[in-house]
């Protein structure tokens, strides 16, 4: 196993990792900096994209394009020429509130957390934008919604809280959208202990980055820990599957000079984890 920087900007926030097979391209985000990022690792070219407004997650759509989870809801992001449009808000608007991670589930639905804005209330919840453009709440009582990935039989999601520390497990109907039967799956809380982004590969074993804790962890479907990854930052903030064998881990980092924190000379930065001997699973486009 072998970690490696990647020669791409630092972020200030560095989420939200898409890889597209099609494209055999990496989407990131910078939730600060309130961009989208496109890496090609066989060329090197990389692009970027500004939005109006700090951005929680992206995903690709099935018509082109993208849909990224701005303040108010879900937009639509052209990429040739950038324009960025309403799709889908949130109803009752909520100034407190944001939109959080999310990822596209295996039907072509956009599954999102929310978050309070200052995190000290749990105003957040876990919601589903469906191929018809409609919103529809899965859950409630959430301080800090990230990490949506669902088994690979789609009959588990997973979404963590980060400020409790704990990744939960939903029962997942694929042909409905609908959640249910919500419990804790893992507490992070002895490893750092912010659970952050994640992902499940081929096996059904989560992978999650403990953010302030500078460990990339591997959890088996019954949530017992089978490997501890040391991280050269405290704040890995994602992972995602990528490469055309889906088997490297990209982690994009923190850094915490916002917080008016000192940064580490690796905050920031993207990585790459190679030698993991195992593979992920593709990501659907949202087809909406």
């Not at 020669?7 to 961009?35: F, H, M, N, T």
């Not at 500004?50 to 701005?70: N, Q, T």
């Not at 930065?269 to 190679?274: S, T």
Request: hydrophobic share 40%; aromatic share 10%.
């Amino acid at each position: 196993m072998k970690i490696t920087r990647l020669p791409l900007p630092r972020c200030s926030v560095g989420e939200g990792p898409v890889w597209d097979e099609a494209e055999q391209a990496l989407y990131y985000i910078d939730i600060l900096e309130k961009r989208v990022f496109r890496w090609d690792p066989a060329s090197g070219d990389h692009r970027r994209w500004d939005l109006p407004d700090i951005v929680g997650s992206m995903a690709l759509r099935e018509g082109g394009g993208a849909i990224v989870a701005l303040g108010s809801g879900v937009h639509t992001l052209d990429f040739a020429s950038g324009a960025v449009a309403p799709l889908a808000l949130l109803d009752p608007p909520d100034p407190e509130v944001q939109l959080a991670d999310g990822k596209v589930d295996r039907a072509g639905r956009f599954v999102f957390g929310t978050s309070h804005r200052t995190m000290k209330e749990p105003r957040g919840g876990l919601y589903s934008l469906g191929t018809d453009g409609a919103i529809t709440q899965l859950d409630g009582d959430v301080f800090l919604g990230n990490g949506p990935c669902w088994s690979p039989d789609d009959r588990t999601l997973y979404h963590a809280d980060s400020l409790r520390h704990l990744i939960y497990a939903y029962d997942y109907d694929l042909a409905t959208g609908q959640a249910s039967n919500r419990r804790e799956f893992f507490d992070s809380s002895p490893w750092g202990p912010i659970p952050d982004g994640a992902t499940v590969d081929a096996d059904g074993n989560l992978w999650s980055a403990i953010c302030e804790g500078g460990v990339v962890l591997c959890l088996s479907p019954a949530g017992e820990v089978l490997r501890e990854i040391a991280f050269p930052t405290r704040i890995p903030a994602s992972v995602m599957f990528f490469g055309p064998e889906l088997d490297r881990l990209f982690v994009p980092t923190i850094d915490p000079s916002f917080l008016g924190r000192e940064a580490g000379p690796d905050d920031g930065a993207c990585f790459v984890i190679d030698g993991l001997g195992v593979r992920g699973l593709p990501e659907p486009r949202y087809r909406g």
